[in-house]
């Protein structure tokens, strides 16, 4: 079992793994071994999820979940297929578990009446100088 969160975890049944060479470090075994793996795991067809849980997760991770709703998680990091197949499970645990994460409720702020004082004065400050700015005749200064 994969444990999630405190009260979800996923069967190991439920994911599906594929081995395919891989573009990473290996040197010359690049070319003969499968070493890259992806991992598959049918996230509207999962048991171990709840319907509200489904509906995060295909909204959270839309783009890695194809249009049959399952998630596809890769890695070639390692040189190893049981490596890859450990960070891909890794990867995926962590991915699941942002997701399912509960985000607090922003609550409204208001700035304070000093922070609005004091852009007050700084606009005001502002506008001064490009108002003396563009007091200078220009023309005048030119003919000179």
Known sequence: MIEIT??????????????TRSSGPGGQNVNKVNTRVTLFFDVAGSPSLSEGQKQRLLGTLSTRIDKQGVLRVVSQKHRTQQANRRAAVERFQGLLQEALRR??????????????????????????????????????????
């Not at 190991?12 to 081995?19: C, N, V």
């Not at 702020?109 to 004091?118: E, H, I, L, V, Y």
């Not at 100088?129 to 023309?139: G, L, P």
């Open 103 to 144: 985000r607090p409720v922003r609550k409204k702020t208001r700035p304070s009446a000093g922070a609005r004082q004091r852009r007050l004065r700084d606009k005001k400050r502002r506008s001064a100088i490009k108002q003396e700015r563009a007091k200078k005749d220009w023309r005048q200064a030119w003919d000179q």
């Open 6 to 19: 405190a009260t979800t975890s996923i069967a190991e049944q439920e994911l599906s793994f594929t081995a």
